[in-house]
């Protein structure tokens, strides 16, 4: 009717009237109007052009229409909004009304998801058109403010620019003055409208925008929850900083509008919840930004009416769904101006102690039980970090419980209002977590407040009384309750209660049993037992878990209560419960079990089988507390391993549920068999074991980390047997490629794991040879860097283990050389690890010490410790301080870097306390001949470099005297040849290496101790060192040594160039052979031959110290000794040494340095046995005359002969004429003349000149037919020769002058000058006697010899004599005169003349 054209206009008022009241009362009729095709299109237009009742009433069914969310939009979309705000603005009171119900229906559409409707209200000016509506509020009936209000609550959240349109139109201010005015709904949106103006800066935030659009679109929720959900969407802008200053700005517009004040007003009790709760939002929302409202809300008394707000819900028994969200925005809003839920916490504590009236009191108590109840961990970690440098935490939880409590007390009681908060604030206490972290036994507390609760009259005031004494006076709960009393009521509230009382009285009974082993008993005697078993089967879920605890105590408390609980039957109401209660139940009851059922008691097989089926039924579904149960009593079984046998039979299926399909159950298997395997060596060592290794394996390799670690601790457990079990070896290859794998996962712990299991595999050699030993060291070097110490100790067995059981090839040497896996094992060893782990780690070094050189590029597998010297110092401090197998170990590695680094290596010896002591412990005590010889290496390095301190230590340790009888037995028991030993050292290590070498340090070491001073050389001597070191010169003798003996190393003993033979047994008895005593003991004598045949060697180190020896005989020995020395042919080959070039002894020179020996061994014997009158004057000096006369001539190899053969000559001369005669026949004086010709150096032409004037004493070669030329060559010395040979040139010819034929000669005249200027020389000197005596008595005696040189020639030729020195101005006779009056000098030369003061 309302299509027809033809209907008047009450017939379209009547229609319209009608479909008002079906849309109003019938769901359906408000569907069928919706969906007919031209219904809202009709009533759109009664809207914008019919009469006033038709369009009242066709407003009134597009509303209704509007509350079936799919119509909403098809109305909107109908153009409606235009004629409707039209209505609004210009109907009475009633279309007003009808017009207002309907746009806020059809505001709900803007409030949901769609964007339709949001845009349609945008674009047709909606809310500048309702703002403008409620400017005017003055003549419109308050209920159509309310729904315009809602409305525009509605459209705040979607509508595009709403609140910049808002706020132009002054919007902000319109809202404000609605919270004083109107019906409680148009408060309470005007509220929810400020609060949502507040948040709106978070909102710009997308997600947080669609977040409180979703809330709103649930239907009518309070403002703050939408405002809170968006706000939590936009955390991330949030504490970016983003929306805060225009937040700010947004609160400050509010609160200059005057907002607060109404706001608070609304908060009185008498108010709407709605309307208190949104007015608390508001007031949360400007506190959170505006500081100046904190203040201003504070000071409007607003604290105190927020306090009684959150305790409104529970002080006026609130029902509705706004109740709680009250309580949260008071609290917000008092943590806010508080600073925080912690501070709001603090300062209502604070306040309950300031509380005026009991009202007041229980309202602050009220308030901080719920402060209590909320404060998250967050809040207070918030707080102390605020209060660092400040105190800390602002909850003081003691303070507060003290004061809750005194309210308790029966000596001042509270008011029932009073009592009754403290005990919810005490709840709300004991139940955070967070806070009750500071107070003591807070679970027991809570249970305690639980049962006050619970019970009635005279029971809760003894429970009141219990629970002051226990947080007042500091009572424990045992004495709290009165012991055995306490117990039997709590035992009976286990039966006839309350669930609740039952929770609350099984927990605390659970806290006694762990605190108090007396209440075991109690429990026991009051027949605590077989409720608690019924409480397993019949309780809540928390007394069947405290139930299962208590139960679990009870067993492990002694064995009487353990079978008063299985008498009960506990075992199988806790079977029913592993396998059906809670995740806590679940493990509570199995270590009830554990504790209650032993895998050697009566009920453990039915047990086993129970545990069995549980696990392979479907429930429970997690299998971790079952496996648990099941893996103790299995290790506990004896039948375990027994076909057949129950226990057997679960261990299969513990095998097979390491493939089952959920992670949880594999870990868990894997963890029991690890546990298994780890106990029991027998099924390590049955079939089980190698059936359990593939799966196993198959975790390793495909499981995630946690269930690949551990698989890899069954494998670890599993291997410890390895050797033990053929068939578990076999599968056992299967595993080393992925433990290999796994060793190199990113979590250390899961590595570690890998790492122990690859350690027990690679105990096999077999396996480990198949192990990929280049793969493996990467993560087994990084494991020794990074580990736990028990992970370091594994990868140091793996890498021992791994070396042991191969030759070390290059590529596996690059890897470790790559990896820096030698100074990662030093590093271990550094940082104080376990004996195990350190011994692991030296045992892998060892092994590394071993390698041969060639495999690493030429490289010894320890050079780096070479290289970075520090890195020793971590083993010199195991060879000082650690075990004696780790000292062993220490020096097996430390021996190898002798060679390379032997200043470095004594340096921290000597400067390492204990490390001589443990050293020489080590030479002495250890059966290894390899560790002998180490330490002896190791003890030259550092006696070589600090001789005394370490002699002082060895003396102070009393180590001195067995050290070097230890050395003398090494040294005698060696037997070996050169050439065996020089193979072994080639081809053998270990003990075959320290076998060729152990004669070559225990010389090097006797020879270091020998020189340190005369009692050492005898403490030697008297060990036999000499009988020892004769008799294997003799044998070296024997066998052609000196033939074939090598050449020197470089003195430390270690390597064997002539594999500790001759010339170090020769030096060391060169070092003995400084002591007198020694010398003449009767072995001395003994070793004279083999030392005389060491000296024909064409080895130069050999006949050096050869020498040596001889000389350190010569020098302390007898006239007997020497006559020995000379008898065994030794002086000629001394000869031979002498005058080699320097450069060919240097290095020899320097080693007898360090000996204190002489640098020219062979020239101090020579001169020592031609002293020997015998020697000299017998047929041994004759016989070495020709021998030195021809060391005259310069040699190339012998630059320095000629000198040291003229002093052994003129030695020679001076006491025998029968050697001046020798020496003449084989052309002495020709060899001397001719010497002279070459213009030797000053001394060595003194030396010459000298020995011609001792040969010239001797009457037969003054008349020799070389005189002449000998003379030619004095009268030559004379002019044009040094200084010092003219003395000796003046007197030899005085000599010659003796015989006529030389005096008449042309020589004889050409001497004539140059004697008389050296007898003129004296007046220069003695013109300068008055400036000084020095070189007087040179000059004197040159003039002497000079004057007694012209007397002898002035005989026949004194014309002569004197025209000359008249001619020179040399008055002689005065000159003469002066000598005889002067004092006698000692005599320059050897001459007959010349002895007697120089005159004739």
């Given at each position: 009717m309302l299509r027809t054209a033809g209907s008047d206009a009450d017939e379209k008022e009547r229609v319209a009237m009608q479909l008002s009241q079906l849309a109003e009362t019938s769901v359906d009729a408000r569907a069928a109007i919706g969906y007919h095709a031209q219904a809202i299109p009709l009533l759109v237009g009664l809207v914008r052009s019919g009469t006033l009742p038709a369009r009242t009433h066709a407003a009134a069914t597009l509303g209704a229409i509007c509350d079936e969310q799919e119509l909403r939009v098809k109305v909107l979309l109908g153009g409606c909004i235009p004629p409707m705000l039209a209505l609004l603005r210009n109907g009475p009171k009633d279309s007003q009304m009808v017009a207002?119900?309907?746009?806020?229906?059809?505001?709900?559409?803007?409030?949901?998801?769609?964007?339709?409707?949001?845009?349609?209200?945008?674009?047709?000016?909606?809310?500048?058109?309702?703002?403008?509506?409620?400017?005017?509020?003055?003549?419109?009936?308050?209920?159509?403010?309310?729904?315009?209000?809602?409305?525009?609550?509605?459209?705040?959240?979607?509508?595009?620019?709403?609140?910049?349109?808002?706020?132009?139109?002054?919007?902000?201010?319109?809202?404000?003055?609605?919270?004083?005015?109107?019906?409680?709904?148009?408060?309470?949106?005007?509220?929810a409208l400020l609060t949502s103006f507040l948040t709106s800066p978070y909102l710009a935030h997308p997600n947080a925008a669609a977040a409180a659009a979703q809330q709103q679109a649930k239907g009518k929720t309070p403002a703050a929850t939408v405002a809170a959900a968006a706000a939590a969407a936009a955390a991330a802008a949030m504490e970016g900083g983003e929306g805060l200053e225009e937040a700010a700005k947004a609160a400050a517009r509010v609160v200059e509008a005057g907002a607060i004040p109404p706001l608070l007003a609304l908060l009185q009790p008498g108010r709407e919840v709605a309307v208190r709760t949104e007015a608390a939002g508001a007031l949360r929302a400007i506190s959170a930004v505006h500081v100046a409202a904190r203040e201003k809300i504070a000071a409007a008394g607003g604290v105190g009416m927020l306090i009684r707000a959150t305790m409104a819900p529970s002080a006026e028994m609130m029902q509705t769904g706004y109740a709680q969200v009250l309580q949260e925005n008071a609290m917000g809003a008092l943590a806010n101006i508080a600073g925080g839920k912690a501070e709001v916490v603090a300062s209502l504590a604070a306040a309950v102690s300031s509380a005026h009236s009991d009202r007041e009191l229980a309202d602050n108590i009220g308030a901080l039980a719920y402060a209590l109840m909320v404060l998250e961990e967050d809040d207070e970690e918030g707080a102390a970090e605020d209060g660092e440098g400040g105190g800390g935490s602002k909850v003081d939880a003691e303070g507060i419980e003290r004061a809750l409590v005194e309210k308790l007390s029966p000596l001042r009681p509270a008011s029932a209002l009073v009592q009754e908060r403290s005990i919810e604030a005490l709840a709300s206490l004991y139940g955070n977590g967070v806070v009750a972290r500071g107070l003591s036994n807070a679970e027991g507390k809570r249970m305690l407040v639980g049962l006050v609760t619970l019970s009635p009259g005279d029971a809760q005031a003894e429970?009141?009384?219990?629970?002051?004494?226990?947080?007042?006076?500091?009572?424990?709960?045992?004495?709290?309750?009165?012991?055995?009393?306490?117990?039997?009521?709590?035992?009976?509230?286990?039966?006839?209660?309350?669930?609740?009382?039952?929770?609350?009285?099984?927990?605390?009974?659970?806290?006694?049993?762990?605190?108090?082993?007396?209440?075991?008993?109690?429990?026991?005697?009051?027949?605590?037992?077989?409720?608690?078993?019924?409480?397993?089967?019949?309780?809540?879920?928390?007394?069947?878990?405290?139930?299962?605890?208590?139960?679990?105590?009870?067993?492990?408390?002694?064995?009487?209560?353990?079978?008063?609980?299985?008498?009960?039957?506990?075992?199988?109401?806790?079977?029913?419960?592993?396998?059906?209660?809670?995740?806590?139940?679940?493990?509570?009851?199995?270590?009830?079990?554990?504790?209650?059922?032993?895998?050697?008691?009566?009920?453990?097989?039915?047990?086993?089988?129970?545990?069995?089926?549980?696990?392979?039924?479907?429930?429970?579904?997690?299998?971790?507390?079952?496996?648990?149960?099941?893996?103790?009593?299995?290790?506990?079984?004896?039948?375990?391993?027994?076909?057949?046998?129950?226990?057997?039979?679960?261990?299969?299926?513990?095998?097979?549920?390491?493939?089952?399909?959920?992670?949880?159950?594999?870990?868990?298997?894997?963890?029991?068999?690890?546990?298994l395997f780890a106990a029991r060596e027998d099924l390590r060592e049955g079939p089980v074991a190698a059936e359990a290794i593939p799966p196993l394996v198959r975790l390793v390799e495909d499981g995630g980390e946690p269930v690949a670690m551990q698989a890899a601790r069954a494998l670890a457990a599993l291997f410890c047997s390895i050797d033990s079990n053929e068939e578990a070896a076999h599968a056992a290859r299967a595993s080393i490629f992925p433990l290999v794998k796994l060793a190199r996962a990113r979590e250390m712990a899961v590595a570690e794991v890998a790492t122990t299991a690859l350690a027990n595999l690679l105990a096999n050699p077999e396996l480990a040879l198949l192990a990929p030993a280049d793969e493996v060291v990467l993560p087994l070097s990084r494991l020794l860097r990074e580990g736990t110490p028990h992970g370091k100790e594994h990868a140091a067995g793996a890498l021992a283990h791994l070396l042991h059981s191969r030759p070390l090839d290059e590529e596996l040497a690059e890897s470790i050389r790559q990896c820096s896996t030698v100074l990662a094992l030093v590093a271990l060893l550094a940082v104080g690890a376990s004996e195990d782990a350190s011994m692991a780690a030296l045992e892998a070094l060892a092994a590394l010490a071993r390698a041969k050189a060639q495999n690493w590029g030429g490289q010894a597998p320890l050079a780096v410790l070479s290289e970075v010297p520090y890195s020793m110092g971590p083993l010199v401090a195991v060879l000082a301080g650690g075990s004696a197998g780790m000292q062993e170990k220490a020096v097996e590695v430390l021996s190898r870097l002798c060679k390379d680094q032997p200043v470095t290596l004594g340096d921290m010896i000597a400067a390492t306390d204990n490390c001589v002591a443990a050293l020489t412990a080590r030479i002495t005590e250890a059966e290894s001949l390899e560790v002998k010889v180490g330490g002896t290496a190791l003890l030259i390095c550092a006696a070589k470099e600090h001789r005394a301190a370490t002699m002082a230590a060895m003396e102070a340790a009393g180590t001195l005297q067995p050290v070097v009888r230890c050395l003398v037995d090494m040294l005698a028991a060696q037997q070996q040849s050169p050439d065996q030993q020089q193979q072994q050292l080639e081809e053998g290590d270990g003990e075959a290496s320290a076998e060729a070498l152990v004669s070559s340090v225990a010389l090097w070491l006797l020879a270091v101790m020998a020189s340190h001073d005369h009692p050492t050389r005898a403490l030697v001597a008297a060990a036999g060192a000499v009988e020892v070191l004769v008799d294997r010169l003799s044998a070296l003798s024997a066998e052609g040594e000196g033939a074939d003996d090598a050449g020197m190393d470089g003195g430390d003993g270690t390597q064997a160039g002539d594999s500790g033979g001759a010339w170090v047994c020769a030096l060391l008895l060169a070092v003995l052979f400084c002591n007198r005593d020694v010398v003449r003991s009767p072995v001395a004598l003994r070793a004279i031959p083999p030392l005389a045949s060491l000296l024909t060697s064409p080895d130069p180190s050999q006949r050096y110290f050869a020498a040596q020896a001889v000389a350190s005989l010569v020098a302390s020995g007898s006239r007997g000794t020497l006559l020995a020395i000379a008898n065994s042919g030794a002086i000629p080959l001394l000869l031979a040494l002498l005058g080699r070039a320097e450069a060919d002894v240097a290095h020899l020179r320097a080693l007898a340095d360090d000996f204190e020996l002489a640098g020219s061994p062979e020239q101090a014997a020579l001169e020592k046995l031609f002293r020997c009158d015998d020697i000299r004057a017998g047929r041994h000096g004759s016989v070495v005359v020709p021998q030195l006369i021809a060391l005259l001539t310069p040699n190339a190899d012998q630059p320095s002969a000629p000198a040291v053969a003229i002093g052994l000559l003129t030695q020679l001369a001076g006491g025998s004429s029968a050697n001046r005669v020798a020496m003449a026949d084989y052309r002495i004086l020709e060899a001397l003349t001719t010497y002279l010709t070459l213009g030797p150096q000053e001394a060595m032409e003194e030396a010459a000149v000298e020995l011609l004037r001792v040969l010239f004493q001797a009457d037969d070669l003054r008349l020799h037919a070389a005189a002449p030329a000998a003379m030619d060559q004095l009268v030559a010395v004379l002019r044009v020769g040094s200084r010092g040979a003219r003395l000796p040139a003046a007197a030899a010819l005085e000599a010659l002058f003796a015989v006529d034929a030389h005096r008449g000669s042309d020589a004889a005249l050409h001497a004539l000058h140059p004697l008389v200027d050296m007898l003129g020389s004296g007046g220069a000197a003695a013109a300068g006697a008055a400036s000084g005596a020095a070189g007087s008595g040179a000059v004197e005696g040159e003039q002497r010899a000079a004057a007694a040189a012209l007397c002898q020639l002035a005989q026949g030729n004194v014309g002569r004599v004197l025209q000359a020195c008249e001619e020179g101005g040399i008055p002689l006779m005065a000159t003469i005169q002066r000598l005889l009056e002067a004092p006698d000098q000692p005599p320059a030369g050897g001459g007959s003349s010349y002895d007697k003061g120089g005159r004739r």
């Open positions: 207002a119900e309907a746009l806020f229906a059809m505001s709900k559409a803007g409030s949901g998801r769609d964007a339709v409707g949001s845009r349609i209200f945008a674009s047709e000016g909606v809310v500048p058109a309702l703002l403008q509506q409620l400017q005017k509020h003055a003549g419109i009936h308050p209920d159509v403010l309310g729904l315009v209000t809602g409305a525009m609550r509605n459209l705040c959240y979607a509508v595009p620019g709403f609140w910049r349109t808002v706020e132009a139109a002054g919007g902000v201010e319109i809202f404000t003055s609605m919270l004083s005015m109107g019906r409680p709904a148009t408060q309470e949106n005007a509220a429970l009141v009384e219990a629970l002051f004494n226990v947080c007042v006076q500091g009572a424990d709960l045992w004495s709290a309750l009165h012991g055995r009393e306490g117990v039997l009521q709590l035992v009976g509230l286990l039966g006839l209660s309350t669930e609740d009382q039952q929770e609350c009285a099984c927990a605390l009974l659970a806290i006694l049993s762990h605190e108090e082993d007396e209440s075991k008993w109690a429990i026991t005697a009051a027949g605590g037992i077989p409720p608690l078993v019924s409480l397993l089967g019949t309780g809540t879920a928390k007394a069947k878990e405290d139930a299962a605890e208590l139960l679990g105590n009870l067993c492990s408390y002694n064995e009487d209560i353990r079978a008063c609980v299985e008498t009960a039957d506990a075992a199988p109401a806790l079977l029913h419960l592993l396998g059906s209660g809670t995740e806590r139940a679940q493990a509570a009851a199995a270590r009830a079990l554990m504790r209650l059922v032993s895998g050697g008691s009566s009920g453990a097989s039915g047990a086993i089988g129970q545990l069995t089926g549980i696990l392979v039924a479907e429930v429970p579904e997690s299998k971790v507390h079952v496996l648990r149960v099941l893996g103790q009593l299995l290790a506990d079984s004896p039948d375990a391993a027994d076909d057949g046998s129950a226990a057997n039979e679960a261990l299969q299926t513990l095998v097979a549920l390491v493939e089952s399909e959920r992670e949880e159950t594999q870990e868990s298997a894997a963890a029991v068999l690890a546990n």
